[in-house]
T-cell receptor, first 111, second 115 residues
Framework: QKEVEQDPGPLSVPEGAIVSLNCTYS??????FMWYRQYSRKGPELLMY????GNKEDGRFTAQVDKSSKYISLFIRDSQPSDSATYLC???????????FGAGTQVVVTP | NAGVTQTPKFQVLKTGQSMTLQCAQD?????MSWYRQDPGMGLRLIHY???????DQGEVPNGYNVSRSTTEDFPLRLLSAAPSQTSVYFC??????????????FGQGTRLTVV
């Protein structure tokens, strides 16, 4: 069983809609949770990270962690065609920088 | 600002051939890693290194070798290519060094096809 589970999608939404992405994880000891964005034929880039439980907001993006449910979410408000990408959740599994990634969800925002 | 540089970007190999994927970073990062990305599987860790001279296996190490002689370089060797190794390979680096860090910097990837 993978430590991080993520629905691969694809998820298609109209421009302006709210995009909701989520992952579940298995180990309650994990504390750092990240979301990476990957455009087609590019390497992933860090979008946001959160520590422990709670919310973090950055412009149109909000990341949430619910440690009681072992559930992490990313919301994209007022989605734009430029948000079309694959979004990968990731968890830091040791202090040296070892990450466990979800499968990634492909998001398509249509004009 | 080069960041993490991978070469080549594309490669076609015949079954049984060997090759080395190159990865170099100019950020003085201690931690480097290799992932493969396959449809529906996400990024899977092949090998990683916490510093020069120190490497360890990840989730899917079979068929791959690594070495880390310098902080900057972390090449990945395919010993005898198999069609199952057709994938996109990403090299990544992060600060490491025992401090908590939350960002891995990725290269642009190498698309490998084994026929």
């Amino acid at each position: 069983q993978k430590e991080v589970e993520q629905d691969p999608g694809p998820l298609s939404v109209p421009e302006g809609a709210i995009v909701s992405l989520n992952c579940t994880y298995s180990n309650s000891a994990f504390q750092y949770f990240m979301w990476y964005r990957q455009y087609s034929r590019k390497g992933p880039e860090l979008l946001m990270y959160t520590y422990s439980s709670g919310n973090k907001e950055d412009g149109r993006f909000t990341a949430q962690v619910d440690k009681s449910s072992k559930y992490i979410s990313l919301f994209i408000r007022d989605s734009q065609p430029s948000d079309s990408a694959t979004y990968l959740c990731a968890i830091l599994t040791d202090s040296w920088g070892k990450f466990q990634f979800g499968a990634g969800t492909q998001v398509v925002v249509t004009p | 600002n080069a960041g993490v540089t991978q070469t080549p970007k594309f490669q076609v190999l015949k079954t049984g051939q060997s090759m080395t994927l190159q990865c170099a970073q100019d950020m003085n990062h201690e931690y480097m890693s290799w992932y493969r990305q396959d449809p529906g599987m996400g990024l899977r860790l092949i090998h990683y290194s916490v510093g020069a001279g120190i490497t360890d296996q990840g989730e899917v190490p079979n068929g791959y070798n690594v070495s880390r002689s310098t902080t900057e370089d972390f090449p990945l060797r395919l010993l005898s290519a198999a069609p199952s190794q057709t994938s996109v390979y990403f090299c990544a680096s992060s600060y490491g060094g025992g401090s908590l860090n939350t960002e891995a910097f990725f290269g642009q990837g190498t698309r490998l096809t084994v026929v």
